[in-house]
C-alpha cells in the first residue's frame, strides 16, 4: 500500500508541476490509472490510496474485474480498440469511452446505453496519420463530431489521441498542439461547444501534453510498474 501511494504521490506530483509550469490549474487534470493486464489486487491497492479512474483496453478482462471488485465511486474508460459486438458490454458497464472513431460504434454505443446517466465519448484522432493505428484523420473530425454529438444517451466530451513517437513530442510540430489546435476550432462550432476533455499524454509525455491542454492524462507503468 505505501508503494502505491509512493507512486501516486511521484505522478501527482509531475502533474501538478507542469499544471502550474503552464500556468494552468492542477485541478483540472485528471489521472487516469491505466489498469490493463494488472492484477486486481494493485488496483483494489490504488482505490484505497484514492485514485477513481480506471482504464481498460480489454472487454472481457475489464468486465471481470469490474464485477469482482465491485468498487465504489470509481469511473471506468474504456480506451482501447471497439469491436461492434462488444458495443452493449462496454455501453452497459463503462462511464468513459476514449476509442471512437466511427459513427457505426457510436451510435450503437448510444442504442445500447441502458442506464439513466449519459455515456462520455471522446473521438480518437490518427493525429499523425498512421495506416496501421485506430482514429479519425483530422480533416474528417468535423462531420463525424457533429453526428456522433447528435445522438441521444451519449455526451461527446472531446478527443484523445495517441502520437507516433512520444519523444518528439515536444517538437516544432507536436502532435499534442496540433490536437488543442483542432479541439480549440472544434469548439467554436455551436453543437460541440461543450467538449471540455482532451485525453492525451502518458507517462513520458505528461509534461508536454499538459502543457498543450491535456485534461486526462492516461499513466500506466509509472503507477502500477510492468505488466503481468
Same mark, same amino acid.
Given at each position: 500500500?505505501h508503494?502505491? %501511494?509512493d507512486?501516486?504521490? /511521484?505522478?501527482?506530483?509531475?502533474i501538478?508541476?507542469?499544471?502550474?509550469?503552464?500556468n494552468?490549474?492542477?485541478a483540472?487534470?485528471?489521472l487516469?490509472?491505466v489498469?490493463?493486464r @494488472?492484477?486486481?489486487?494493485?488496483? &483494489?491497492?490504488?482505490?484505497?490510496a484514492g485514485?477513481r479512474?480506471?482504464? /481498460?483496453?480489454?472487454?472481457q478482462?475489464a468486465s471481470?474485474?469490474?464485477?469482482r471488485?465491485q468498487?465504489? !465511486?470509481?469511473?471506468w474508460h474504456f480506451?482501447?480498440?471497439i469491436?461492434?459486438n462488444?458495443t #452493449? &458490454?462496454i455501453? *452497459?458497464q463503462?462511464d468513459?469511452?476514449?476509442s471512437? !472513431?466511427?459513427?457505426k460504434?457510436? @451510435? %450503437?454505443l448510444s *442504442?445500447q446505453?441502458?442506464q439513466?446517466?449519459?455515456?462520455?465519448l =471522446?473521438l @480518437?484522432?490518427?493525429?499523425d496519420?498512421?495506416?496501421?493505428?485506430?482514429?479519425? #484523420?483530422?480533416? /474528417?473530425a468535423?462531420?463525424?463530431a457533429?453526428?456522433?454529438?447528435?445522438?441521444?444517451?451519449? =455526451?461527446?466530451?472531446?478527443?484523445m489521441?495517441i502520437?507516433l513517437?512520444?519523444?518528439?513530442?515536444?517538437s516544432e !510540430?507536436c502532435p499534442?498542439?496540433?490536437?488543442?489546435?483542432?479541439? *480549440?476550432?472544434l469548439k467554436?462550432l455551436?453543437q460541440?461547444?461543450?467538449?471540455d476533455?482532451?485525453?492525451m $499524454?502518458m507517462?513520458?509525455d505528461? *509534461?508536454?501534453?499538459?502543457?498543450? $491542454?491535456a485534461?486526462i492524462? #492516461?499513466?500506466?507503468?509509472a503507477?502500477?510498474g !510492468?505488466r503481468?
Amino acid at each position: 500500500m505505501h508503494k502505491m %501511494r509512493d507512486k501516486i504521490t /511521484e505522478v501527482t506530483t509531475r502533474i501538478t508541476n507542469a499544471a502550474l509550469s503552464a500556468n494552468r490549474n492542477p485541478a483540472e487534470i485528471t489521472l487516469l490509472a491505466v489498469s490493463k493486464r @494488472q492484477t486486481e489486487q494493485k488496483i &483494489a491497492a490504488a482505490h484505497a490510496a484514492g485514485l477513481r479512474d480506471f482504464g /481498460e483496453n480489454y472487454l472481457q478482462e475489464a468486465s471481470t474485474k469490474i464485477k469482482r471488485l465491485q468498487l465504489s !465511486d470509481t469511473r471506468w474508460h474504456f480506451i482501447g480498440p471497439i469491436q461492434s459486438n462488444k458495443t #452493449r &458490454a462496454i455501453a *452497459e458497464q463503462f462511464d468513459w469511452v476514449h476509442s471512437v !472513431d466511427r459513427l457505426k460504434i457510436a @451510435q %450503437r454505443l448510444s *442504442e445500447q446505453r441502458g442506464q439513466s446517466t449519459p455515456l462520455n465519448l =471522446c473521438l @480518437q484522432i490518427n493525429i499523425d496519420d498512421e495506416s496501421n493505428k485506430a482514429g479519425v #484523420r483530422p480533416d /474528417e473530425a468535423e462531420s463525424l463530431a457533429l453526428k456522433i454529438a447528435a445522438l441521444p444517451n451519449i =455526451c461527446l466530451r472531446g478527443l484523445m489521441v495517441i502520437p507516433l513517437n512520444p519523444t518528439t513530442a515536444a517538437s516544432e !510540430d507536436c502532435p499534442f498542439m496540433r490536437t488543442r489546435l483542432l479541439f *480549440e476550432r472544434l469548439k467554436t462550432l455551436p453543437q460541440l461547444a461543450n467538449m471540455d476533455t482532451l485525453s492525451m $499524454g502518458m507517462s513520458a509525455d505528461i *509534461e508536454t501534453a499538459i502543457a498543450q $491542454g491535456a485534461t486526462i492524462v #492516461r499513466v500506466g507503468t509509472a503507477l502500477f510498474g !510492468d505488466r503481468d
